[in-house]
């Protein structure tokens, strides 16, 4: 009985050896990816600000920085997708923010965001398409981004 317990013994610790360098790797669960989907439309809430909606998930200290804009005509104009084509006056509408807090939590949040004149835009929204830009964003740039023509309604 006692080499039988010896054996034991010393099976235990052997499986304890083998493992323990395994168990750092599950002890961190590294964070799920930051990403952002804009979904469904574009609805306007008047002719300066807009509701636009939008699934994602991002963990630790992140902002935000969503843009509407729609062209003369308000078709898909490539035009608008180029940087600057708000402030350059390209857009015939335009309407940006900042001003919401994310929910950065690693978990994936469906919300609504109001994109208004509070900070700077012109023009005035119309039904048609808009380009869409939502850009999740740390001290140093863009972490995720989806940037679309959306129906504006």
């Given at each position: 009985?006692?080499?039988?317990?010896?054996?034991?013994?010393?099976?235990?610790?052997?499986?304890?050896?083998?493992?323990?360098?395994?168990?750092?790797?599950?002890?961190?669960?590294?964070?799920?990816?930051t990403?952002?989907?804009?979904?469904?439309?574009?609805?306007?809430?008047?002719?300066?600000?807009?509701?636009?909606?939008?699934?994602?998930?991002?963990?630790?200290?992140?902002?935000?920085?969503?843009?509407?804009?729609?062209?003369?005509?308000?078709?898909?104009?490539?035009?608008?997708?180029?940087?600057?084509?708000?402030?350059?006056?390209?857009?015939?509408?335009?309407?940006?923010?900042?001003?919401?807090?994310?929910?950065?939590?690693?978990?994936?949040h469906?919300?609504?965001?109001?994109?208004?004149?509070?900070?700077?835009?012109?023009?005035?929204?119309?039904?048609?398409?808009?380009?869409?830009?939502?850009?999740?964003?740390?001290?140093?740039?863009?972490?995720?981004?989806?940037m679309?023509?959306?129906?504006?309604?």
């Amino acid at each position: 009985m006692s080499r039988f317990r010896t054996s034991l013994i010393a099976a235990g610790l052997a499986l304890a050896a083998a493992v323990a360098p395994a168990a750092p790797a599950f002890a961190h669960k590294a964070p799920k990816p930051t990403y952002v989907e804009l979904i469904g439309i574009v609805r306007q809430l008047d002719g300066t600000s807009a509701e636009v909606h939008a699934r994602y998930r991002c963990t630790g200290e992140l902002g935000v920085w969503i843009s509407v804009k729609q062209s003369e005509d308000r078709t898909a104009d490539p035009k608008l997708t180029q940087e600057g084509t708000g402030y350059g006056k390209v857009a015939a509408a335009w309407s940006q923010t900042h001003a919401h807090a994310l929910d950065c939590d690693g978990r994936v949040h469906v919300d609504k965001f109001v994109v208004d004149r509070a900070e700077y835009g012109y023009g005035e929204f119309k039904r048609g398409q808009a380009w869409t830009q939502f850009c999740i964003v740390n001290g140093t740039g863009v972490v995720a981004s989806d940037m679309e023509f959306k129906k504006m309604l």
